[in-house]
Structure formats: C-alpha cells, structure tokens
C-alpha cells in the first residue's frame, strides 16, 4: 500500500513507529510513541464498504467514554501515496489476547471467569449507554494488560443502534464471528440486534474459559457447520465442580441462549445476576 518511510514522513509527531501483526489489508496497525507515551495508530483505506464502517469505527470510539476501551488521543484524513486513509491514533494497551491466555490455559479458574465477566459486562453497560453493540466480542478482540485489566478492542463491525444500518437486508448472514455472534446476527435479523447481542458472546467467551472450548467450532469443518449449530442447538449445560447447585450453569446457559427474550434484557440486569452468582459461590 505505502512504505514505512511515507507514513513515518506523514506523522513527524510519531517515534518509533513499527507495525503491528502482518502489515496488508485495509486496516494496518502500528505501535509508535508520541510525547513519550506508547500509542496505536490505525491506518484504514476508505474504499468501498470499508470506508463506512471505518467512519463507524472512527464514531464508535470517539462517542465511548469507557474505562475497557483504548482512549482515542486523534483522529483525521492523511494523503499516503496519492490515496486518502482515515487514521486513528489511540491510547496502546500492552498486553496478550484472551486467545493466547486459553492457548496456555484451556479451563481458566472459576475466579478468572467470574472477574472476566463482570468487566466485559461492565464494558457492554457502557455500550449501552452510548447506543451501540459492539457485534465481535471474542478472545481475539479481548486483551488483558499487564495489570490483568481487561479491555475490548476492534469496532469495525460496530452497530449504532441510533444510524441506519449499513447491512444490506438481503444479505442473508449479518456481520459477526461464527462461533461468537448471536444468533440474530447470523440470520442478518437487524431489528433484533441490540445490546443481548454482545451478552451472548460474553457468555460464549466465559463458556468457553470454563470447559476449555468453544462446542460451535469443536469437530466443525467449515463455517455453515457452525451456523447451523448455533441457529438450531442451544449449549449443553456446563458443569463445573464448584457450582455444585447449577446456578453459574444456569446463568451462563441464559446468556448464550438462542432466542434473545431469553437472555439478561440489559448488561446490568446481567451484572446483577451475575452479582447473585458470586455470592452464592462465595467467590
């Protein structure tokens, strides 16, 4: 797309700019420093589809004012090689995924879990509140710094629940990750998709911390296989020696379920129960 050297030229405020995972793509992202701080900056070629949902991404993070989510330091335009790009430049998180923790650890603590999900759900409340689903909450988009902070990254497929969609209807598959997008994103049901969403993949993500897998993509050999799990067979109940009465079990099977009325309404509704949960388990 361009060289090293012409985006360096193009932000003299930057030091030590070096790219961050495989440098292709219309989103290149790169780890620099500004003022002696460590930032993100976020190249994004506005072509096509890409450029409105880079628009998207660029309101998502500037409308967020959330405490799980990199603070947003710029943003604007920049002429690379004749051809404008959108930049964001964000506070860096240092840090592994949550996909590198359960590649070391399939079957995370029970602990773990429970702190894991109350920041996601503090997180989704904060979604909420700004009138947006996040759509791709999964162990990819998730870090946890060296502090064991948590933080959600990645708004590319954001929905503003206040703007028209961007989705074609006719599309007969909405934007998520199989295997982590509810069940309403599958089937492209735009008027379905809210915040219940975003609970149903937090509660993917926990399943998965606790069994040590992910049962939509175990044994699955392509992407419709597991679409067509997750449209027609809720998860089997889990078992976890310490929830001995069921009641993380059951919580947990409320928020991956299939049909949305069947979830938590809102992420403090989720918060509360969960809340329920840890004392029960005295954890």
């Given at each position: ?7 360096k ?7 030590d700019?070096?790219p ?12 620099a ?6 930032v993100?900056l976020?190249?994004?070629?506005p ?14 993070v500037a ?5 799980f ?5 710029a943003?604007g335009d ?7 790009h959108?930049f964001?430049?964000?506070e860096?998180v240092?840090g592994?995924t949550?996909?590198?923790h ?26 909420e ?39 074609a ?20 049901q735009?008027?379905e ?11 993917v ?9 992910n ?16 449209l027609?067979?809720?998860?089997p109940?889990?078992?976890?020696p ?13 928020m ?9 309404r809102?992420?403090?509704d ?14």
């Open positions: 797309m361009f060289d090293l050297n012409a985006l030229a193009a932000f003299p405020s930057l030091a700019v070096q961050i995972g495989d440098p292709s793509g219309q989103k290149l992202v790169f780890r420093t500004r003022s002696g701080q460590a993100c976020k190249i994004i070629q072509t096509g589809d890409a450029g409105a949902r880079a628009e998207r991404e660029l309101e998502a409308r967020l004012k959330s405490d989510v990199p603070k947003l330091i943003r920049v002429n690379l090689g004749g051809v404008r959108i964001i430049i964000e860096f240092a592994k949550y996909r590198v359960l590649r070391l650890q399939l079957v995370q603590p029970v602990p773990a879990v429970l702190d894991l999900m109350d920041r996601l759900l503090r997180a989704c409340l904060d979604f509140k700004a009138s947006l689903v996040h759509r791709d909450i999964k162990p990819e988009n998730l870090i946890l710094d060296d502090n064991g902070k948590v933080w959600v990254l990645d708004f590319g497929i954001v929905r503003f629940l206040d703007m028209k969609s961007l989705t209807s006719s599309d007969r598959i909405g934007p998520c990750t199989p295997g982590y997008g509810a069940p309403e994103q599958l089937r492209n735009k008027t998709i809210n915040g219940r969403a975003d609970l149903f993949s937090v509660g993500v926990a399943y998965e911390s606790l069994a040590g897998g049962p939509y993509l175990q044994g699955k050999r392509h992407a419709l296989e597991v679409i067509d799990h997750a027609k067979r809720d998860l109940p889990l078992v976890v310490a929830d001995r009465d069921g009641k993380l079990a059951d919580f947990i099977s409320a991956t379920a299939r049909f949305a009325s069947r979830r938590p809102t992420a403090s989720a918060a509360k129960w969960l809340a329920d949960v840890r004392a029960h388990l005295q954890v």
